[in-house]
C-alpha cells in the first residue's frame, strides 16, 4: 500500500485545512485509517481514525469539536478537515492505514504516508 498525503500548508489562527491522503494498493476498503501528528522532540500522536466503511470515527481530545475525518472509498482517499486551527495545531500530519479495523495507536498501523506539514501562525 502506498499512501500519499496533500493538503498541508501555512494558515492563520481561526482558519482551516482539508487534508488527503490517497490510497494506491489493496482494496482500499479493507484498510482502517487514521490521521497522526507529530512535533519535533514529541512522539506521533494521533488525531483521528475512521472505519473501513466510514461510519465509526475517533477524535483526539485536543482537536474534538472541530476536527472532521472522512472516507471516500470509491477515490481511495481519506480526509481530515480541521477547523479553527490553533497554532498548538503545527506538526507534521501524517496519514497511515492497517488491514482491519481503525485504531488510534500509532504501532498498529502497517502503512505510513511521506507526512504533510501544518504551520498555524498566530
Do not use: H
Not at 493538503?7 to 490521521?35: D, E
Not at 492505514?97 to 504533510?116: H, K, L, P, V
Amino acid at each position: 500500500v502506498q499512501l500519499q498525503a496533500s493538503g498541508g500548508g501555512l494558515v492563520q489562527a481561526g482558519g482551516s485545512l482539508r487534508l488527503s491522503c490517497a490510497a494506491s494498493g489493496p482494496p482500499f476498503i479493507s484498510l482502517g485509517m487514521g490521521w497522526f501528528r507529530q512535533v519535533p522532540g514529541k512522539e506521533r500522536e494521533s488525531v483521528s481514525a475512521v472505519s473501513r466503511n466510514g461510519a465509526g470515527t475517533n477524535y483526539a481530545d485536543s482537536v474534538k469539536g472541530r476536527c472532521t475525518i472522512s472516507r471516500d472509498n470509491a477515490k481511495s482517499t481519506v480526509y481530515l478537515q480541521i477547523y479553527s486551527l490553533k497554532p498548538e495545531d503545527t506538526a507534521v500530519y501524517y496519514c497511515a492505514g492497517r488491514q482491519g479495523s481503525r485504531a488510534t495507536i500509532a504501532s498498529e498501523y502497517d502503512y505510513w504516508g511521506q507526512g504533510t506539514q501544518v504551520t498555524v501562525s498566530s
